[in-house]
């Protein structure tokens, strides 16, 4: 009996137009990315479950519902990252390379696995792109991550996305706005029944419910409450995004999703890619490589998703290859194969035939690869040393000696 295999529920096989635009947004990370001084880490997407529920938050939803989770043969917890930031940490702390005062720039491209309800740019297994700034506490630091991000975005042609910026205070100041968001949020009675559990556990995801929004109006806000270093750094942050002409929205309600934030949290989001409307998050987490063993190291980052950034990128052009040789019998085909080799060591991409067929069924093939030039080896030419060489696309045709063809094509594709 044959079986069928499915992919998994919020899984996805990327191919085709779809793999180019995900590539695309890759070269462009790697192209502006580098720019800023960022090198690459590729930590693995398998850690302790342990080191999620330290960095992330054991309260958090990602924590608490979103892992893929289990155990392995000799019963340890394991995870796979539902994001990348605590695994680049705890990379970077084993390597030596979070240190107070010493400068670490590293991002990483890769999938992350979140057990959510799939939907539109909410996927099982998802793509981020993602940055971390190690060893600074300037808002220098914050400013510039939020800079390249800009600067990738553009680079990207996106249009019509919005930065929302906010100061979610640091371990001084945030415990005085906690109690004052606590005491204002257990005088509502009306939230709904998850918020009613986090006013104990996790105030500050109340703020950023959907469901309670309407609530909220009146809730303490964080730029009044944070203390004055708080608000100096944040002044900053903001100034220098000014000075560099990128635009953004304050939003007193934006919290994110994960424990680690301090001071500097952003959100770039769209409203053009349905329900979820965030491609990119981050901020400031200055306690969270203390919080893995690392010592006293601020830091701060972002991820991008790239299956929403996917949703507003245009697909490249892909492109042609140059040549296709038919050749229309065995020895042909045997001569065929060792021009073909001969002209991909050059440079040169293309296809040849993989067996014999009409004139009319090989041309289809040819057509259909889109090649630029057809070069067709009868035995007649074969013979005589030439090979027929046909422009694709006006269909005029000519024939050249076999010894010429690499300077011919190089001349036509390269420099042509
Ligand atoms: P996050 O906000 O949880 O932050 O995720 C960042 C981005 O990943 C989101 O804005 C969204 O575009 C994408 N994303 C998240 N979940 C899904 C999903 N299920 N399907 C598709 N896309 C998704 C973080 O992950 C932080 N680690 C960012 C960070 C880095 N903060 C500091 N450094």
């Not at 608000?231 to 220098?240: D, I, M, Q």
């Not at 959100?267 to 329900?275: D, F, M, R, T």
């Not at 492109?319 to 040789?325: G, K």
């Given at each position: 009996m044959?079986?069928?295999?499915?992919?998994?529920?919020g899984?996805a096989?990327?191919y085709?137009?779809e793999?180019?635009?995900?590539?695309?947004?890759?070269?462009a990370?790697r192209?502006v990315?580098p720019?800023?001084g960022?090198?690459e880490i590729?930590?693995?997407?398998?850690e302790?479950?342990?080191?999620?529920?330290?960095?992330?938050?054991s309260?958090?939803?990602?924590?608490q519902?979103?892992?893929?989770?289990f155990?392995?043969?000799?019963?340890?917890?394991?995870?796979?990252r539902?994001?990348?930031t605590?695994?680049?940490?705890?990379?970077?702390?084993?390597a030596?390379?979070?240190?107070?005062?010493q400068?670490?720039?590293l991002?990483?491209?890769?999938?992350?696995?979140?057990?959510?309800?799939?939907?539109?740019?909410?996927?099982?297994?998802?793509h981020?792109?993602?940055?971390?700034c190690?060893?600074?506490?300037s808002?220098?630091?914050?400013?510039?991550?939020i800079t390249?991000?800009?600067q990738?975005l553009d680079?990207?042609?996106?249009?019509?996305?919005?930065?929302?910026?906010?100061?979610?205070g640091?371990?001084a100041?945030?415990p005085?706005y906690?109690?004052?968001l606590r005491?204002?949020?257990?005088?509502?009675?009306d939230?709904c029944?998850d918020?009613?559990r986090?006013?104990?556990?996790?105030?500050l995801?109340?703020?950023d419910?959907?469901?309670?929004?309407?609530?909220?109006a009146d809730?303490?806000?964080?730029q009044?409450?944070?203390?004055p270093?708080c608000?100096?750094?944040?002044?900053?942050?903001?100034?220098?995004l000014?000075?560099?002409?990128?635009?953004?929205e304050?939003?007193n309600?934006?919290?994110?999703?994960?424990d680690?934030?301090?001071r500097?949290?952003f959100?770039?989001?769209?409203?053009?890619?349905?329900?979820q409307?965030?491609?990119?998050?981050?901020?400031?987490?200055?306690?969270?490589?203390?919080?893995?063993?690392g010592?006293a190291?601020p830091?701060a980052?972002f991820a991008?998703?790239?299956?929403r950034?996917?949703l507003?990128?245009?697909?490249?052009?892909v492109?042609?290859?140059?040549?296709?040789?038919l050749?229309?019998g065995?020895a042909?085909?045997?001569?065929a194969?060792i021009?073909?080799k001969?002209?991909r060591?050059?440079?040169?991409?293309?296809?040849?035939?993989?067996?014999?067929?009409?004139?009319?069924?090989?041309?289809?093939?040819?057509?259909?690869s889109?090649a630029?030039?057809?070069l067709?080896?009868?035995?007649?030419?074969?013979?005589s040393g030439k090979?027929?060489?046909?422009?694709?696309?006006?269909?005029?045709?000519?024939?050249?000696?076999?010894?010429?063809?690499?300077?011919?094509?190089?001349?036509k594709?390269?420099?042509?």
């Open positions: 044959s079986v069928q295999f499915t992919r998994l529920k899984f096989d990327l085709g137009e793999l180019t635009i995900f590539q695309k947004i890759e070269a990370a192209m990315f720019l800023y960022y090198e590729r930590p693995p997407v398998l302790s479950t342990s080191l999620f529920q330290r960095g992330i938050g309260e958090t939803d990602v924590v519902k979103e892992m893929f989770t155990r392995d043969q000799k019963g340890r917890g394991m995870s796979l539902p994001e990348a605590a695994g680049v940490l705890r990379a970077a702390i084993e030596g390379l979070a240190k107070q005062g400068i670490s720039r991002y990483t491209i890769g999938p992350m696995f979140r057990h959510e309800r799939p939907q539109k740019g909410r996927m099982r297994q998802f981020q792109i993602n940055a971390e190690l060893g600074s506490d808002p220098y630091i914050d400013a510039g991550l390249m991000l800009i990738f680079s990207l042609n996106l249009a019509n996305l919005t930065l929302k910026m906010n100061s979610l640091c371990a100041c945030r005085a906690l109690a004052k005491q204002f949020l257990s005088g509502k009675d939230l029944e918020c009613q986090r006013v104990n556990t996790n105030p995801r109340v703020l419910c959907k469901l309670c929004q309407d609530k909220l809730a303490p806000a964080f009044d409450n944070i203390c270093d608000a100096e750094h944040f002044k900053t942050v903001l100034a220098l000014n000075e560099v002409g990128i635009s953004y304050l939003d309600h934006l919290v994110r999703g994960l680690y934030y301090c500097t949290t959100e770039v989001v769209s409203n053009e890619i349905g329900a409307t965030a491609v990119a998050g981050g901020g400031r987490y200055d306690g969270l490589v203390a919080e893995l063993g010592g190291v830091g980052g991008c998703g790239m299956e950034l996917a507003l990128t245009a697909a490249p052009e492109a042609r290859p140059d040549f296709y040789i050749g229309l065995e042909e085909m045997k001569a194969f021009l073909a001969k002209l060591a050059e440079g040169l991409a293309g296809l040849m035939n993989a067996a014999g067929g009409s004139m009319k069924s090989l041309m289809r093939q040819v057509a259909k889109r630029r030039y057809c067709i080896l009868g035995s007649d030419e074969l013979a090979i027929t060489l046909r422009n694709m696309d006006d269909s005029s045709q000519c024939q050249i000696d076999l010894d010429c063809v690499l300077d011919v094509l190089k001349q594709c390269v420099n042509g």
